[in-house]
């Protein structure tokens, strides 16, 4: 079965505390594509980052950085020095080859950074 | 300048009554995804359309209908409303060729609908 978990309902940390967001992943695809988005509370989702079976580099974009670890199935999404601003739900979704452009989402963490 | 708008923000009708939502992208974009997202939970595939070809969710209800006129361009029909459609409903845009999902999506601010 292809899922996308995320076991994290909700994080609460003070602001400018790192955090990390955990997504665990099942498929049978030999390629695919991993996806992270923020769901601010103004409702929009906001595309962060795409990363592809294929590519097992960490990221890092300004405070946000992400870790793919094919070994274990995760794709986890830190934060470091976290900002009010980063309150938001964030979802962690996986592209299905087989699915016409379904993808799997995650339940979502929301995440509450207090000031 | 956004690039996926959805209009209205917020839509009340009553129960029964056909209500429609609306979409436009200024991205060019080939593919257009309608979602439906209630509280706490993750965003819900209603259909989609690959250009002109129309790909309806097997568990999307037939209440629930879909018309994209042109690439810009795309609705959300809602025949007769129940109470459990009450939600927000996202419109989001990609641009893909390989016959799967594997661009970003970039989505609108949402249409929170309630039924009264």
């Known amino acids: 079965a292809q899922k996308v978990t995320q076991a994290q309902t909700e994080i609460s940390v003070v602001e400018k505390e790192d955090v990390t967001l955990d997504c665990v992943y099942e498929?049978?695809?030999?390629?695919?594509?991993l996806f992270w988005y923020k769901q601010p509370p103004s409702g929009e989702l906001v595309f962060l980052i795409r990363?592809?079976?294929?590519d097992e580099q960490n990221e890092i974009s300004g405070r946000y950085s992400w870790n793919f670890q094919k070994s274990t199935s995760s794709f986890n999404f830190t934060i470091t020095a976290s900002q009010v601003v980063d309150s938001a739900v964030y979802f962690c979704?996986?592209?299905?080859?087989?699915?016409?452009?379904?993808?799997?989402w995650g339940a979502g963490t929301k995440l509450i950074i207090k000031p | 300048d956004a690039m996926v708008i959805q209009n209205p923000r917020y839509q009340v009708t009553q129960f029964g009554k056909p209500v429609t939502l609306s979409c436009s992208q200024t991205l060019n974009h080939n593919v257009m995804y309608w979602y439906q997202q209630k509280s706490s939970q993750a965003p819900k595939l209603l259909f989609h359309?690959?250009?002109?070809?129309?790909?309806n969710e097997a568990d999307t209800p037939d209440n629930f209908q879909s018309r994209r006129p042109n690439t810009s361009f795309c609705f959300l029909d809602i025949r007769s409303p129940g109470l459990g459609d009450a939600a927000m409903y996202l419109c989001a845009t990609s641009l893909e060729s390989a016959g799967y999902s594997n661009q970003p999506q970039h989505f609108g601010d949402g249409t929170r609908l309630s039924i009264l």
């Open positions: 979704a996986l592209s299905r080859m087989d699915s016409n452009y379904q993808l799997i």
């Open positions: 359309y690959y250009d002109k070809d129309f790909n």
């Open positions: 990363r592809n079976s294929f």
């Open positions: 498929t049978r695809d030999t390629t695919y594509y």
